[in-house]
C-alpha cells in the first residue's frame, strides 16, 4: 500500500482522519471560551485582523514544520530530535513539550469536568429557577468544593485515557472522526438559534466592528499567545500527530485545513455566544465566567434554553476531549517509545500522573487555595508558565529547528512526499520559519516576562 510507515508504527488511515484529529486538537476550550472573549475585549474585528496575520505568518508555518518533525522522524516529540539531531541538545526541546503537556492537561482536565458538571444541570433544568447571584455562586461553590470537581475532572481523564489506550486508527482516529462533525452540528445549530434571537445584531457589532482604539499592546500580544495555544503548537502535539502521518498525505494542505477548521469554529463560537449575551442585556464578563455564569443566565432567560445549554456544554465537552486526548498521546508516545512501555501501562501511567497533578489543580481553588507561587494558585501557575512560556519558547525553537537546522531541501524533500512547495512558497515559509516566526515570539516573550513594556 502507498505510504506505509517503514516500522511497525501505529499511522492514521485516512487523510480525514488526520484532519479530524489535528483538528479536534486545535478546537478546544481556547476556542468556545478564550476566543469570543478576547477578541470581544480586544477590539472584535480589529483584534481578529491581528489574529489572522498572526495565524497565517506564525501559525501556519510553525504548524507545518511540526508536521515535518514528526513525519520525518516517526517519533514522539522528544525522540523526534534525537533521530534529525542526533547528539545533540535540541532533544530537550522535547522535554520542554512533554512538560508542557502534563500542565495544560492536568488543567484542562479541571475545567472540563466543570463541563461535565454543567451537562448534568442542564438537564436537570438546573438554571431555570435562580438568579443571577445563585447562578454565580453554583460555579463557586462547584469549583471551591473538594470532593465533586475531583471527581469530574477523574471521570474526564478516564474517558481521554479510554480512547488514547486504543491507539492511533481505532482509538483516536476513530472517536475524533465521529466527534468533530457532532462539534459542528451542534455549533451550527445553536449559531443559528442565537443569530434568530431578538436583538442579536448588537452581539454581531460587538465581535465584528472594528474598534481600533481597543487594540493594545497588550491586545496584539495576547493575539499571538492565543493563536499558539489554539492551534496546538509549540509541545510537540502535531510532532507526534505528524509521526502517525503517511507519506503520501500532503502536509502543506493538512496545515492548512486544520487552521481554517480551527480559525471558523473560533468564529462560529462568537456568533453562537454574543448575540445570546447581547439578546438579553448581559455583560460579556471574563474567561469561565463567560461559560460558566453568563450563559446559563443567558439559557434560562431564552425560548428552547433548556435544549440549548445540554448541548451547548456537550460541545464544549466534545470539543476538551478531542484536545486533551492529543495532549496525552504525547506524554503517552513518549513514555513507550523513549521506555520501551506498550501503550497500555503507558497510557494508564500517564493517565495516572497527570490526573494526579489534575487533583492539585482542582483543590488549588477551593482547600488548596492558601498554597501560592508568585501570586498565582497551583491551577493558575499551571495555565500561566505552560501558555506563556514552554508553548512560545517550545514554538520559537522549533521555527529555529527547521529554519537553520533541518533546512530548506530537507523541508521541500519532506513536503514532496504528498504535495507540492512552489519555490517562491519554500522561500516564504523559509523567511518565516528563520527571521519572522523566532523574532516575534522573542518579543512576546520578552514582555510577558517583563523585560520588554509597551506601554
Ligand atoms: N488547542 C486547544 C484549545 O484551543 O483548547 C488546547 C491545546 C491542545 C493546547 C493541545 C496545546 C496543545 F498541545
Redesign the pocket.
Known sequence: MAGLPSNNRDSFGSKFGVIAAAAG???????IWKFPYIAGVYGGAAFLFVYLGFILAIGIPIMLSELIIGRSSRSNAFGAFKVLAPGTPWRFIGILGVSA?FL?LSF?GVVAGWSLQYIMLSIQDGFSSKTPEEIASLFSSLTESTVRPVVLQLVFMLLTGAIVIVGIKKGIEKYTKILMPLLVIILIFLCVKSLTLDGAKAGLEFLFKPDFSKLSGDGILSALGHAF????LG?G?LITYGSYVQRDNNLLSTAFSVTIADTVIAILAGIAIFPAVFAFNIAPTEGPGLIFITLPNVFHQMPGGFVFSILFFILLTVAALT?SI??LE?VVAYFKEEFQMNRKVATVLATVLVSMLGVLCSLSMGVLSPITFFGLNIFDLMDWISANLL?PIGGMFIAIFIGWIFGRKKVQKEVSYGGHLSGVLLSVFMFLVKFIAPIAIAIVLLNKVGLLSFS
Open positions: 486538537s486545535a478546537v478546544g476550550l481556547g476556542n503537556a495544560i484542562y495555544f489554539t492551534l496546538s509541545m502535539t484536545s492529543s495532549i504525547v508553548l
